[in-house]
T-cell receptor, first 117, second 115 residues
Framework: AQSVTQPDIHITVSEGASLELRCNYS??????LFWYVQSPGQGLQLLLK??????LVQGIKGFEAEFKRSQSSFNLRKPSVHWSDAAEYFC???????????????FGQGTILTVHP | GAGVSQTPSNKVTEKGKYVELRCDPI?????LYWYRQSLGQGPEFLIY????????DSGLPNDRFFAVRPEGSVSTLKIQRTERGDSAVYLC?????????????FGPGTRLTVT
């Protein structure tokens, strides 16, 4: 069965500092990987996704993530954090057509990002 | 255009009562998903529909939970004999079709509190 681990429950950074949020996944085949952001009172919004090809993917709001198969990781990065980035971030994995979990996403427990001015 | 909408936004009910949570997907989206998000956790899959039929209901915790999508658009999640452990935010998402390559668009959720 697929699973996702986000080791950091809460991260605090200063505005303008760089950011890296960790995500490790478990999946037998090539995974479909996603990062979502959830702001208070808002629905989940897709930041970026990886299916295949270039292992460094660019997303919205200046975020990027790198897929590393050898480490089973898909860490999210941003070079300079803005106060508006404060939110909860979720990594998720989706299964391909050959899997029994086709169509659904498995999420990590989330990382809460606090940004200090 | 309009996104996924969910009603009510908040629902408080007493233990043992029956509740219905409604989801209006994006028009034209054939796939519809329900997830449950408990406090401090990520969303957990409950069930998804392709058209009118439930394609995978493996995430429903027990037979008190049931969901329908009779006309292939609006869906209702039904919970019988609610328990305090059912308290959570129930999220609905829709996508153009089934498969991870199709982005899932999430609604704002229904916060269910069972007292």
């Amino acid at each position: 069965a697929q699973s996702v681990t986000q080791p950091d429950i809460h991260i605090t950074v200063s505005e303008g500092a760089s950011l890296e949020l960790r995500c490790n996944y478990s999946y037998g085949a090539t995974p479909y990987l996603f990062w979502y952001v959830q702001s208070p009172g808002q629905g989940l919004q897709l930041l970026l996704k990886y299916f295949s090809g270039d292992t460094l993917v660019q997303g919205i709001k200046g975020f990027e993530a790198e897929f590393k198969r050898s480490q089973s990781s898909f860490n999210l990065r941003k070079p300079s954090v803005h106060w508006s980035d404060a939110a909860e971030y979720f990594c998720a994995v989706g299964a391909d057509a050959g899997g029994t979990s086709y169509g659904k996403l498995t999420f990590g427990q989330g990382t809460i990002l606090t940004v200090h001015p | 255009g309009a996104g996924v909408s969910q009603t009510p936004s908040n629902k408080v009910t007493e233990k043992g009562k029956y509740v219905e949570l409604r989801c209006d997907p994006i028009s034209g989206h054939t796939a519809l998903y329900w997830y449950r998000q408990s406090l401090g956790q990520g969303p957990e899959f409950l069930i998804y529909f392709q058209g009118t039929g439930a394609a995978d209901d493996s995430g429903l915790p027990n037979d008190r939970f049931f969901a329908v999508r009779p006309e292939g658009s609006v869906s209702t999640l039904k919970i019988q004999r609610t328990e305090r452990g059912d308290s959570a935010v129930y999220l609905c998402a829709s996508s153009l079709n089934i498969g991870p390559q199709y982005e899932q668009y999430f609604g704002p959720g229904t916060r269910l509190t069972v007292t």
